[in-house]
């Protein structure tokens, strides 16, 4: 028996010996060798690549809730797509002193506040010609008004969505006037900048409305150009259409990239990339902006102008698209109430880059001004 318990006990260590992984398992309190990869970390990968793949199922998930969400929740609040049409929440550049326009390098002009309803005030601002700049230092409002009755005609600018009178693209485009020998004349709407009120279609027609006719008390037979831009170019054909309705039709309108209506302009939105082939999309987009009572229906209004319009647009316009500027001038040129009147489409090339609202970049401008309007720029 002794000498079996010792032959089993060789033969075991013996292959003990022969097998190392064998011994020190065997060993207990001691931790097995590794023969290769740790295998703990061989599981963990998979289980680590399982956890990100349902962490980005989750993300995606919550993605595709939210975006079938959102027209939904706009659709039951159409208040939020009147928000998105007019961007009055968003003022750029921030912090900016409207009362001090010449904080912004207009140093010729001047802020004050006219009323057009009981309890709605707008805040104005006045540029004066270039020329005018040295007597203008340290003047009052009564003598920016008496500049008025000068040879010297003036532009009424209605500035797009979003930002205030006091935008740079604008004032860039300001002094660009100024400088031609305008007087400019701007505002912001109710709901906008330091105005009062809450934006709407109708309120912004009004405020334009009031102020061309302030101006032209002003100015008697003087020429006074109504000048849109983007949204304001809705403004600015609603505005003459009541205008040439009255049987009063202003010197100009000169349209800065403009669209045909706001269903068409909303569709072609970059933000409304994402949505525009989602079936249903009029319905719960466009016709919410319809509900709001929003249209700036201006291939509409152009049948009922009555005076030169000169449409400007740039090719690589992201925001209102180029084939948009096109129609409605397109439009306007078969328009019968336009029949005798000067219609010119300019407009700009790619390659001159500028987009949205960098038209007053071009040195072109003041001649292309100056033949629209038939006559030299009055610094001349």
């Known amino acids: 028996m002794r000498k079996r318990n010792n032959s089993d006990h060789d033969t075991t260590s013996t292959l003990l010996d022969r097998d190392p992984d064998l011994k020190y398992c065997h060993t207990r309190g001691e931790p097995a060798a590794p023969s290769g990869s740790d295998p703990d970390k061989r599981m963990g990968t998979p289980f680590r690549r399982l956890g990100l793949v349902a962490r980005l199922k989750r993300i995606l ?107 740079d693209h604008r004032v860039q485009l300001y002094k660009v006037l100024s400088s031609l020998g305008y007087h400019v004349v701007t505002f912001d709407y109710r709901g906008w900048g330091d105005s009062d009120g809450s934006p709407s279609e109708g309120g912004m027609t009004s405020d334009a409305v009031f102020l061309y006719m302030f101006l032209k008390e002003q100015l008697g037979t003087k020429p006074l150009y109504i000048w849109g831009h983007s949204l304001g170019t809705g403004v600015a054909t609603n505005l003459v ?26 569709k072609s939105h970059p933000f409304s990339m994402v949505y525009r082939y989602l079936p249903g999309f009029d319905w719960f987009f466009l016709d919410a902006i319809t509900a709001n009572d929003i249209r700036f229906a201006s291939d509409d209004n152009v049948n009922h102008i009555s005076c030169p319009v000169l449409i400007l647009h740039a090719e690589d316009d992201s925001v209102v698209p180029f084939h948009l500027g096109k129609k409605l001038y397109n439009m306007a ?15 700009f090339p790619s390659s001159l880059a500028y987009k949205h609202k960098f038209i007053y970049r071009s040195p072109e401008l003041p001649h292309i001004l100056s033949d629209f309007l038939g006559t030299a720029h009055p610094h001349a």
């Open 333 to 347: 040129a078969q328009s019968k109430s336009l029949s005798g009147h000067k219609v010119q489409f300019v407009p």
């Open 241 to 266: 259409r009541r205008l040439c309705d009255r049987g009063t039709p202003p010197d100009a309108l000169i349209l800065e990239s403009p669209f045909t209506n706001i269903r068409e302009e909303a």
């Open 61 to 167: 998930l919550w993605l595709l809730v939210v975006y079938i969400s959102i027209p939904f929740i706009i659709k039951l609040c159409p208040s939020i797509q009147a928000k998105l049409v007019f961007l009055n929440f968003v003022r750029m550049p921030y912090f900016i002193d409207l009362k001090r326009p010449q904080d912004q390098g207009l140093n010729h002009t001047i802020n004050y506040y006219l009323e057009p309803e009981p309890g709605i005030n707008i805040g104005v601002w006045h540029t004066v010609p270039a020329q005018m700049w040295k007597e203008a230092q340290g003047k009052e409002r009564e003598w920016y008004d008496s500049t008025l009755g000068s040879a010297h005609p003036i532009i009424l600018y209605l500035h797009g969505n979003a930002g205030t009178r006091g935008g």
